[in-house]
């Protein structure tokens, strides 16, 4: 679907537009499920029981997809905070340097995602670089306090040793337990 507004082209499923915020199917839009919207779209089937039924809906992004979106994430916050690193080791030493960085390091993460996630991109880079975005459950931009509430909440999953992330694997919207907490999903474009 491409947005009426700046004629960008729309994940697949989401009802506004990453680049300018504008709503989907405004008044000129014609009046068809999102799913059907374009000609190229694809359908995966899912099973239910013994039916198996079209998913009309969003592509959720899987469990693979997001682990692969995390690393690239980690190597960019590793770079992060190796220059800090440094820059503290040729001012400090080494010693302290490593507790600076451990401090500095700890407040990046909890923004890196929650400052990537709220703002024009919806995703991390690391999400943005394998096209999947994070959205509320009603397909929606997500704000600073829900996203950073998300990013507080992989902490949790620390506690249930990964198989809070291990839930994307097995659950519907492909949720992770930190997405259930503050009802978010991942969408692949």
Same mark, same amino acid.
């Given at each position: 679907?491409?947005?009426?507004?700046?004629?960008?082209?729309?994940?697949?499923?989401?009802? @506004?537009?990453?680049?300018?915020?504008?709503?989907?199917?405004?008044?000129?839009?014609?009046?068809?499920?999102?799913?059907?919207?374009?000609?190229?779209?694809? @359908?995966?089937?899912?099973?239910?029981?013994?039916?198996?039924?079209?998913?009309?809906?969003?592509?959720?992004?899987?469990?693979?997809?997001? $682990?692969?979106?995390?690393?690239?994430?980690?190597?960019?916050?590793?770079?992060?905070?190796?220059?800090?690193?440094?820059?503290?080791?040729?001012?400090?030493?080494?010693?302290?340097?490593?507790?600076?960085?451990?401090?500095?390091?700890?407040?990046?993460?909890?923004?890196?995602?929650?400052?990537?996630?709220?703002?024009?991109?919806?995703?991390?880079?690391?999400?943005?670089?394998?096209?999947?975005? $994070?959205?509320?459950?009603?397909?929606?931009?997500?704000? @600073?306090?829900?996203?950073?509430?998300?990013?507080?909440?992989?902490? $949790?999953?620390?506690?249930?040793?990964?198989?809070?992330?291990?839930? $994307?694997?097995?659950?519907?919207?492909?949720?992770?337990?930190?997405?259930?907490?503050?009802?978010?999903?991942?969408?692949?474009?």
């Amino acid at each position: 679907m491409i947005c009426q507004n700046c004629n960008k082209e729309l994940p697949k499923g989401w009802l @506004f537009c990453p680049t300018c915020r504008a709503k989907s199917g405004g008044p000129s839009a014609p009046k068809v499920p999102i799913s059907k919207s374009t000609p190229n779209s694809t @359908f995966i089937p899912q099973t239910s029981g013994n039916a198996t039924v079209q998913n009309s809906g969003p592509n959720y992004a899987g469990f693979w997809v997001r $682990v692969a979106a995390a690393l690239v994430d980690t190597i960019i916050l590793w770079a992060i905070a190796a220059s800090i690193m440094l820059f503290f080791a040729l001012a400090a030493g080494w010693h302290t340097a490593g507790l600076i960085t451990a401090a500095i390091n700890a407040v990046i993460t909890l923004f890196y995602e929650a400052y990537f996630t709220s703002r024009n991109w919806y995703a991390t880079p690391g999400k943005r670089a394998l096209r999947i975005w $994070v959205a509320d459950t009603n397909l929606q931009p997500i704000g @600073f306090g829900l996203a950073m509430g998300r990013s507080l909440l992989k902490i $949790v999953n620390l506690f249930t040793f990964g198989l809070g992330y291990l839930m $994307v694997a097995f659950t519907d919207k492909k949720q992770g337990l930190h997405d259930f907490m503050v009802r978010t999903v991942v969408i692949r474009h």
